[in-house]
């Protein structure tokens, strides 16, 4: 069964609450390896927040020199981070 939409308030207050928990500064650690053509990071791997977007994803720039979006919930495409606390 196919889960109902969300409307576009409810989104807009999930990343308004993603924005307090993840500050531009907060380091985060990648839970799961991201194995893509464009991207390659370890778990493990530390990053600091640079913002969350609209959607909820949270842009990253990591300590290997590469900046793309994670997301808190879902995978996208693969993985996810975990908060620490401010940088």
Known sequence: RKPLPRSPQYLYEQAKLLREEY?????VILDEA??????????G????VQSVDDAGQI???WENGLSFRR???RPFPQGSCTGIGMA
Do not use: E, F, M, Q
């Open 45 to 48: 791997l530390a990053g600091i």
């Open 59 to 61: 842009l990253c720039r």
């Open 34 to 43: 991201v194995n893509t053509p464009y991207y390659d990071a370890p778990a």
């Open 23 to 27: 500050a531009p500064g907060t380091k």
């Open 71 to 73: 997301s808190r919930n």
